[in-house]
């Protein structure tokens, strides 16, 4: 079964400093995607960041980057200069097609806390 | 603001009651997800449309369907309704439903079953 383990049920970060939440996944296919989804109190799920497997090269976007280590099957979120707006809980996801799905799976979440 | 809207944003209902939730995906999306959030499992798949047609199906129970429509809207039909249902519904749309698409979400329905 394709598992998510996000090992960090809370995180808190100063206000300008630098965080990572981690990501460790399970999984036999060597062709996926991988996913950060940010969700606010609001509640609406916000896509933060992907990375293709097939990709060497971590993705960045703006304060958001991550570290892929594809053997070790870990996708780790670096948060630059954090804001009180990144104040969240983030969700990391995976996905493969599986036998037409292409459904997410999602880790538990961790919740980050950023103080001013 | 995702492009996709749910409707509607809240409902509360009593036990063994129906209820249907219904979301509209992004211009031109033609695959339609829905995804349960509860406190107890989290963050699960419950099924999958594509242009109209069931394209996969997760942890959905038997008491709950769903549908895609010609205008490719869809809803989420929950009969029998039990506490263990109370729930923050998602739907999320991507254009045709592969893997290396990203998933837009709604802003979800949240679900209360007294």
């Known amino acids: 079964a394709q598992t998510v383990t996000q090992s960090q049920p809370e995180m808190s970060v100063q206000e300008a400093e630098t965080v990572t939440l981690s990501c460790t996944y399970d999984?036999?296919?060597?062709?996926?995607?991988l996913f950060w989804y940010k969700q606010p109190p609001s509640r609406q799920m916000i896509l933060v960041i992907r990375?293709?497997?097939?990709?060497?090269q971590n993705a960045t976007e703006n304060r958001f980057s991550v570290n892929f280590q594809k053997a070790a099957k870990s996708f780790s979120l670096k948060i630059s200069d954090s804001q009180l707006g990144d104040a969240a809980m983030y969700f990391c996801?995976?996905?493969?097609?599986?036998?037409?799905?292409?459904?997410?799976?999602f880790g538990k979440g961790t919740k980050l806390t950023v103080n001013p | 603001d995702s492009g996709v809207t749910q409707t509607p944003k809240h409902l509360i209902t009593a036990t063994g009651q129906r209820v249907t939730l219904r979301c509209s995906p992004r211009?031109?999306?033609?695959?339609v997800y829905w995804y349960q959030q509860s406190l107890d499992q989290g963050l699960q798949f419950l099924i999958q449309?594509?242009?109209?047609?069931?394209?996969a199906k997760g942890n959905i129970l038997e008491r709950f369907s769903a549908q895609q429509f010609p205008d490719l809207h869809s809803e989420l039909n929950l009969s029998s309704l039990e506490l263990g249902d109370s729930a923050l519904y998602f739907c999320?749309?991507?254009?045709?439903?592969?893997?290396?698409?990203?998933?837009?979400f709604g802003p979800g329905t949240r679900l209360l079953v007294l």
């Open positions: 999320a749309s991507s254009v045709v439903g592969q893997s290396q698409e990203t998933q837009y």
């Open positions: 999984t036999s296919e060597s062709d996926y995607y």
């Open positions: 990375q293709e497997a097939y990709k060497q």
């Open positions: 996801a995976y996905r493969v097609p599986q036998g037409g799905s292409e459904k997410l799976v």
């Open positions: 211009s031109g999306d033609l695959s």
């Open positions: 449309y594509y242009n109209g047609e069931e394209r």
